[in-house]
């Protein structure tokens, strides 16, 4: 059973422009929502994290925004660069359960 | 300090030959995650060790997976018999296990990069 489902899959963005990645989840329980940023031949780091008693965290270029009615929440890039080139995952986790992963979104920005 | 590290970073192997891959975590951290990333795949759960508890095994997908972590630290991974399907990047993460379960942190080896002929 897939939790959190992302997409999309795979995204190309000019190098400036806006990368918005989606998640959705499905426990209620979740209440704790972490975006991964993983580059080629490396394993995924921790890049920016929300709870659900906010709508939007901001940590300098990239923003969560958070829908807990809609349970769906995104990452957006802003002014994208070609170093933002990598995976990005979404997840979730409650007190009672492991961090569940979305399935990943491949992002190129192109220069 | 020293992150997670994990080797080989490459194994290649014939089918039906077993694989031993090997973590180490960041010291101190008690938790510790293994996890499958196939080719475009997300992350898929595999195992999870926490201080001196049972694991939970839930996630490996037969029993020709099967892993432990000794002392409470290093962490090898086993794989016996293996099949072409079992082709995938290993990824191993480990946590210090704070008391606020929303900032514990997991923090992420390189991985293996296992290829089975």
């Known amino acids: 059973q897939q939790q959190v489902k992302q997409s999309p899959q795979s995204l190309i963005v000019q190098k400036g422009g806006i990368s918005i990645i989606n998640c959705a989840y499905e426990?209620?329980?979740?209440?704790?929502f972490p975006w991964y940023q993983q580059f080629p031949g490396k394993g995924p780091a921790l890049l920016i994290a929300?709870?659900?008693?906010?709508s939007e965290k901001k940590e300098g270029r990239f923003t969560i925004s958070f829908n807990k009615s809609a349970k769906q929440f995104s990452l957006h890039i802003m002014d994208s660069q070609p170093g933002d080139s990598a995976t990005y995952f979404c997840?979730?986790?409650?007190?009672?359960?492991?961090?569940?992963f979305g399935e990943g979104t491949q992002l190129t920005v192109n220069p | 300090g020293a992150g997670v590290s994990q080797s080989p970073s490459n194994k290649v192997t014939e089918k039906g030959k077993d694989v031993e891959l090997r973590c180490d975590p960041i010291?101190?951290?008690?938790?510790l995650y293994w996890y499958r990333q196939s080719l475009g795949q997300g992350l898929e759960f595999l195992i999870y060790?926490?201080?001196?508890?049972?694991?939970?095994k839930s996630g490996l997908p037969s029993d020709r997976f099967s892993a432990e972590r000794t002392g409470g630290s290093v962490s090898t991974l086993t794989i016996q018999r293996t099949q072409q399907e079992d082709s995938a990047v290993y990824l191993c993460?480990?946590?210090?296990?704070?008391?606020?379960?929303?900032?514990?942190?997991?923090?992420f080896g390189p991985g293996t990069r296992l290829t089975v002929l």
């Open positions: 060790f926490q201080g001196n508890s049972a694991p939970d």
């Open positions: 929300i709870r659900p008693d906010v």
């Open positions: 993460a480990s946590s210090f296990s704070s008391s606020d379960y929303r900032t514990d942190t997991q923090y």
């Open positions: 426990n209620t329980a979740f209440d704790y």
């Open positions: 997840a979730a986790k409650s007190w009672r359960s492991r961090l569940t």
């Open positions: 010291s101190g951290h008690t938790a």
